[in-house]
């Protein structure tokens, strides 16, 4: 999109790693229950329904899984000299610009599977509620040094409201 | 610790503090009393003289061992009875000081003083309850000399100048032009309707809709007290807003505090050429429901002209004329509103319009942009169109959004944008 192209930045991604946790998380959350409700249709009313549900489970489980890799590829940040550039989504595209100026304060969070493969993701605050500049999948090591960068760059730009 | 230049709220205030509650307690025995076919009248009245007791009791002892103290950077404010409280309001991080009188502290000529900080949320809110007239005032102008700089003497005068002032005529009526005409025109149509199929149906629609339309007028009657009388003035502080009937409240924006404002204009004013703006300044928590709703507007009701020159006065300068419009396919996304929606943007400001039935222009100074952002849903993606928002803090503003503009131009307003944020967030200083 030409979006991306005005704001020349160098963009990076979220690791691959972020690709097997959402699979991961599309096998337990999408595609076991599928398999599981299709093995008892299966058994109380015959095996045609069973596999029918089966079926069903397999095609929506193969769109999440697409669309799971799509928007991984949409996930961007660039690190500027003033500001952080986020950018994602597939069906809703956004791209954010938050200036380091106005940064209140940023979290680092890792949930279970994110802290077994060394993942973590930064979240940027501002005084604005709608400002969203979140970046997950990131190597805990990048995350680190993203998050004590933006704090150092927060400070020394530091705006009053 | 130093004793200096502590004082004390004013003695009056446990009694202020307790009548509510000792109405309540008066209120639940009287019903006990009531219900209870006739108990022991002296046991209830011991009753009602012991929480009286034990309630002036508590709130004497919490008002003794409440303090304030401004020095020249901080207002100091202990509290507490068994879990003290020192509580340290930088006066950097002032956004607006209010003098709020409810009905009661008005009568015995006392004022409540309410601090709004940056950060917002009701812990931040720093009440002085309660002070008498003159010291709140006094106190209020103290502060707001620190905070704005050596413009004002330790004993300026308040010589403000009126800037607007609202007749109260023309408040009722817009007032009435809002809510309760358009109630009472939908349950007209209803009743004829009802009563066209059948007479007593129109009966039951009436008692069934009187709640929903008390409802309303109390609304409507809920807002006119609190603008009553509001007139702006201009103090060396900033702007200075004041209005209401039975709680008065005044208010003062530091110049330069303002987040961003809204002027809206419904469909039923337009004949009178009126419009209502309101304002968002950071941190302005509002608190509950009724001061919320208090603090928001800047001006209930005015000719536009007027409007417009106090905006461009609030935000030290001529806005940029929202003119740009949106390609003719986004008639797609939003048929209704295609046309309104239009944006505009100098070096200084962002100005947005949108809104069906109410028009709705959002402005936003550059120097105040939190955050940009550029989203674009599936309708818009195919339309090839996108919706750049300009986000603020506050909470009942959350910035401008110029909704459904071509990608490519949505794009170059984002770049656009951020360079411009980022030269006045510089020149406004730190």
Redesign the interface.
Known sequence: MGVTDLLDGEWRRPARALLTIRRVECGLFLALPFLVVAVVVGVLTGPAQGTAVAALGAVVTGLALVSIRRRWHAWGYAERDDDLLVRRGVLIRRTSVVPYGRMQYVDVTAGPLDRRLGLARVTLHTAAAASDASIPGLPEAEATRLRDRLAALGEARAAGL | MSDEGWRRLHPLTPLLRGWRFLLLVAAGLGQQSLRGDGLDRTYLGLAILGATAIALLVASVAWRRTRYRLTDTELQVDSGVLQRRSRRVPLARL?AVDVVRPLVARVLGLAELRLEV??GGSSSEAPLSYLTEEDAQALRHRMLASTTGPTAGPAQAPADAVLVSVPTGTLVASVLLGGPLLATIVLLLLLVGAAAVQATAAVGFLVAALPVYAGVVTVAGKRVLEEYGFTVEESPQGLRLRHGLLDTRSQTIPQG?V?AIRILEPLLWRPFGWVRVEVDV??YSGGHGEQQAATKALLPVAPRALAQALVGRVLGGPLPAAVAPVPARAAWRAPLSRRRLRAGLDHRHLVTTRGVLTTTTDVVPLA???????????WQ?RLRL?TV?A?????RL??AQAHHRD??E???L??EL?AR??VA?RD?G?
């Not at chain 2, 986000?391 to 909470?395: P, S």
């Open positions: 956004q940056v950060g505090r987040q950071a941190g105040k942009v939190q955050s940009l952002r550029l989203t674009s849903g599936p993606q996108a928002h986000d603020t803090a506050g909470r959350r910035g990608a490519a949505a794009g170059g984002l770049a951020t944020t980022r967030r406004s730190r």
